[in-house]
């Protein structure tokens, strides 16, 4: 029973990391109802590897060319990042009581389709469009570091941002992805090194490793239905369901 809990979270992860509707968030609805053993931010870090092996096939090209052809992309990376490693630092554990309780989700998510109009609106309305640079790197990068709270979507955000800052769909998609390597690589190492140091091993096991495969494999299809979806311009469309899911998620929150 509790590897088909981990695994129903995986396809939940592997689907809502590259929609724009907040992988952690849906993860922490879900968690609530299925409710499984063991500490919630660990599942939810193997979760998120999961999805970052997907990111790492769909984009190993692209990985490559920026080592070969592309150096200063490596700095607009670094610059990106920094604000998350921040927020990340600052909040500490504090960060934890979020993915632990349904209270703040809703709110989040409602920020989440706010994001989502915003940069609908600013793609219609640049008509120029601006590469990658310093000034949308840090604006991408924050939105990257508010997406560490549960409820507002990695995705939805700082593909939104992108765009927001004068970016085109597709290269604000493939920006927002790539920064999104060194965020969970990091998240994934120092969640590894706490256990290890606190001698917690035994929480390494199987069942992990199952939602995490199964992460990988749906999110893998996930991410390339989302490419499109970008491409398209037809992102907004989820802006509808964040309000939805957010406003029954207050309820729920508020009547439980």
């Known amino acids: 029973m509790e590897t088909l809990k981990v695994v129903l979270l995986g396809i939940v992860q592997g689907i809502t990391e590259f929609l724009p509707v907040s992988s952690s968030g849906h993860l922490v609805i879900a968690g609530d109802f299925l409710k499984p053993e063991g500490r919630p931010i660990l599942l939810n870090i193997f979760l998120h590897f999961g999805t970052l092996i997907a990111i790492m096939i769909v984009y190993w090209n692209d990985l490559w060319r920026i080592l070969r052809e592309e150096r200063m992309m490596i700095i607009y990376i670094v610059i990106a990042t920094i604000p998350a490693v921040v927020v990340a630092l600052l909040a500490g554990d504090k960060l934890e009581t979020f993915f632990e309780n349904i209270d703040y989700i809703g709110y989040f998510l409602i920020v989440t389709g706010l994001f989502l109009l915003a940069g609908r609106f600013a793609d219609k309305k640049l008509s120029v469009k601006k590469q990658v640079g310093w000034i949308n790197s840090i604006a991408v990068g924050i939105a990257q570091a508010l997406a560490l709270f549960p409820g507002i979507s990695r995705s939805g955000s700082t593909i939104s941002m992108g765009m927001i800052f004068g970016m085109d769909r597709d290269k604000a998609a493939r920006f927002a992805f790539l920064i999104a390597i060194p965020v969970i690589l ?24 199952m939602g995490m495969v199964t992460s990988a494999v749906v999110g893998y299809f996930a991410l390339k239905l989302l490419l499109r979806m ?19 998620t207050i309820i729920y929150s508020v009547l439980r």
């Not at 190492?189 to 091993?201: E, I, M, N």
């Not at 970008?230 to 029954?248: A, D, E, K, P, T």
């Open 186 to 209: 990091g998240a994934v190492a120092k969640k590894t090194l706490d256990l290890v140091v606190s001698g917690h091993r035994e929480q390494f096991n199987l069942i992990l490793v």
């Open 230 to 248: 970008v491409h398209r311009g037809n992102l907004s469309w989820f802006s509808y369901y964040c309000f939805f899911i957010g406003i029954c």
